[in-house]
């Protein structure tokens, strides 16, 4: 199957600055999009930027357009979320995704990382 491991979670003054990474490993036969969600407490699970491994085109919330920017090394099969500018609502628990087929695999589904906590706050 396919294991993602997060890193770069943690507490962050306003207007500061995070890097969340992700690496995918396992039995991955091909990688075609990856990306971060983001849950707040009470709140549902939200898209944040995906990016596909093939052209590279990324998608972004517009309530982080111009702060976040989604990047990916196909051959290492990471993705990296720069985040500035870091406000309050910004907090929540960021979750990597990829959407990838496994060896031997009929279709590509989506697989999920544990999640890695930001904090924005003074």
């Known amino acids: 199957q396919v294991q993602l491991v997060e890193s770069g979670g943690g507490l962050v003054q306003p207007g500061g600055s995070l890097r969340l990474s992700c690496a995918a490993s396992?039995?991955?036969?091909?990688?075609?999009?990856m990306g971060w969600y983001r849950q707040a407490s009470g709140k549902q699970r939200e898209l944040v930027a995906t990016?596909?491994?093939?052209?590279?085109?990324?998608n972004y919330a517009d309530s982080v357009k111009g702060r976040f920017t989604i990047s990916r090394d196909n051959a290492k099969r990471t993705v990296d979320l720069q985040m500035n500018s870091l406000k309050p609502e910004d907090t929540a628990v960021y979750y990597c995704?990829?959407?990838?087929?496994?060896?031997?695999?009929?279709?590509?589904?989506?697989?999920w990382g544990q999640g890695t906590q930001v904090t924005v706050s003074s």
């Open positions: 995704t990829v959407k990838a087929k496994v060896i031997f695999g009929a279709t590509a589904r989506d697989y």
């Open positions: 396992g039995s991955i036969f091909a990688i075609y999009a």
């Open positions: 990016v596909t491994t093939g052209d590279g085109r990324t």
